[in-house]
T-cell receptor
Framework: DAGVTQSPTHLIKTRGQQVTLRCSPK?????VSWYQQALGQGPQFIFQ???????QRGNFPDRFSGHQFPNYSSELNVNALLLGDSALYLC????????????FGEGSWLTVV | AQSVSQHNHHVILSEAASLELGCNYS??????LFWYVQYPGQHLQLLLK??????LVKGIKGFEAEFIKSKFSFNLRKPSVQWSDTAEYFC????????????FGAGTQVVVTP
């Protein structure tokens, strides 16, 4: 068990709707990153949060936004959902710094219809 | 542009066969390299990582990988696979001064037949 907890595990949304996904990092970790994994592809980096601020961002539109709370947990929000947003969304946690192992949760499967 | 390329999308082999999965990257500067495995229905797990030092890295479950800087490669090997090694394997790279922005390859689905 990696200790990174995500919810919900599966959800179905309609085009144009908004979705919020949640992540609790591994105990003791303070940095949370989000990835999108489309079917048959490797995970793609969305953004990273540390100290409640977005620290790095990948090549995703502003429809993708996030938040980190004082307890280090995090949310990923996606607005105006498109069919192409259907994917597995992965949360990863680590300790701040460049030399630390990154642990992944089991992900949230989002289907947009 | 930075990229990670995994040579095979699907590999099928018999138990006790040897496994080698290729990974090449295009990345400026010093990098950290990783192999992750995703067993059916489970989360991504770290198999091994290379940060510096001995380019031959040993990981969990009998896996090892060799970093060849001149070839921009980080190939994964296991001398004798088991049925339980059936999984998807991902190579990932990050800049050495980056905290958590991993760039993944597309993955290789490995099926081990009894």
């Amino acid at each position: 068990d990696a200790g990174v907890t995500q919810s919900p595990t599966h959800l179905i949304k309609t085009r144009g709707q908004q979705v919020t996904l949640r992540c609790s990092p591994k105990s003791g970790h303070d940095t949370v990153s989000w990835y999108q994994q489309a079917l048959g592809q490797g995970p793609q980096f969305i953004f990273q949060y540390y100290e409640e601020e977005e620290r790095q961002r990948g090549n995703f539109p502003d429809r993708f936004s996030g938040h980190q709370f004082p307890n280090y947990s995090s949310e990923l929000n996606v607005n105006a959902l498109l069919l192409g947003d259907s994917a597995l969304y992965l949360c990863a946690s680590s300790l701040a710094g460049s030399g630390n192992t990154i642990y992944f949760g089991e992900g949230s499967w989002l289907t947009v219809v | 542009a930075q990229s990670v390329s995994q040579h095979n999308h699907h590999v099928i082999l018999s138990e006790a066969a040897s496994l080698e999965l290729g990974c090449n990257y295009s990345y400026g500067g010093t990098v950290n390299l990783f192999w992750y495995v995703q067993y059916p229905g489970q989360h991504l797990q770290l198999l091994l990582k290379y940060f510096s030092g001995d380019p031959l890295v040993k990981g969990i479950k009998g896996f090892e990988a060799e970093f060849i800087k001149s070839k921009f490669s980080f190939n994964l090997r296991k001398p004798s696979v088991q049925w339980s090694d059936t999984a998807e394997y991902f190579c990932a790279v990050k800049s050495a001064d980056s905290w958590g922005k991993l760039q993944f390859g597309a993955g290789t689905q490995v099926v081990v037949t009894p």
